[in-house]
Antibody, heavy 122, light 108 residues
Framework: QVHLVESGGGVIQPGRSLRLSCAASRFSFSLHAMHWLRQAPGKGLEWVAAISSDGSQKYYADSLKGRFTISRDNSKNTLYLQMNSLRAEDAAVYYC???????????????WGQGTLVTVSS | EIVLTQSPATLSLSPGERATLSCRASQSITSYLAWYQQKPGQAPRLLIFDASNRVTGLPARFSGSGSGTDFTLTISSLEPEDFAVYYCQQRSNWPPIAFGQGTRLEIK
């Protein structure tokens, strides 16, 4: 069974940076595009970023305005999200999710991690 | 940017009843729509993709339909474990990938 485990969340002051990681196992990580999504407390789902299977293509939600960077290390089966200049509105549970497609992304999310909570507070 | 509007916001039904959840897109997304189920404290779970395709292992009581701008998730006979929040998601015009605001299906 596909396994995704996020880490790196915590309490961070506004304006600071944080890097989230997502360790993937039990599937061919290098064949799938991957995504980060988030969910503010009591709110709906928001797509954050996507990265192609080989890491060459990256896409972001407009609201992030260049503050976040998605990356991956296929040799380590790990996905990352570098978050800079954090704001109160970035507080959320951050999920990594596998793209349903192999090699060619389908932009549906068939497996999700359990999420990691990011709290932005002074 | 495509906006997805789900209705109703909350649906109160009893086990055994039929649930009909709606998702409307602000412009045509052909059949590029998915449905997810989320229970409290859990990650979302993909149920339906491309409007009507069930994921492997999904009970047959779940079905999706629609195309263009109007989509429906139907649960034919509610089981206790079906009470959750349901989200629709489009992939027709990305980025961004958009979600609806969710429908809460609660026990009456």
């Amino acid at each position: 069974q596909v396994h995704l485990v996020e880490s790196g969340g915590g309490v961070i002051q506004p304006g600071r940076s944080l890097r989230l990681s997502c360790a993937a196992s039990r599937f061919s990580f290098s064949l799938h595009a991957m995504h980060w999504l988030r969910q503010a407390p009591g709110k709906g789902l928001e797509w954050v970023a996507a990265i192609s299977s080989d890491g060459s293509q990256k896409y972001y939600a407009d609201s992030l305005k260049g503050r976040f960077t998605i990356s991956r290390d296929n040799s380590k089966n790990t996905l990352y999200l570098q978050m800079n200049s954090l704001r109160a509105e970035d507080a959320a549970v951050y999920y990594c999710a596998r793209d349903m497609g192999q090699l060619w992304p389908l932009y549906y999310f068939d497996y999700w991690g359990q999420g990691t909570l990011v709290t932005v507070s002074s | 940017e495509i906006v997805l509007t789900q209705s109703p916001a909350t649906l109160s039904l009893s086990p055994g009843e039929r649930a009909t959840l709606s998702c409307r897109a602000s412009q045509s997304i052909t059949s590029y729509l998915a449905w997810y189920q989320q229970k409290p404290g859990q990650a979302p779970r993909l149920l339906i993709f491309d409007a009507s395709n069930r994921v492997t292992g999904l009970p047959a009581r779940f079905s999706g339909s629609g195309s263009g701008t109007d989509f429906t998730l139907t649960i034919s006979s509610l089981e206790p474990e079906d009470f959750a929040v349901y989200y629709c998601q489009q992939r027709s015009n990305w980025p961004p990938i958009a979600f609806g605001q969710g429908t809460r299906l609660e026990i009456k």
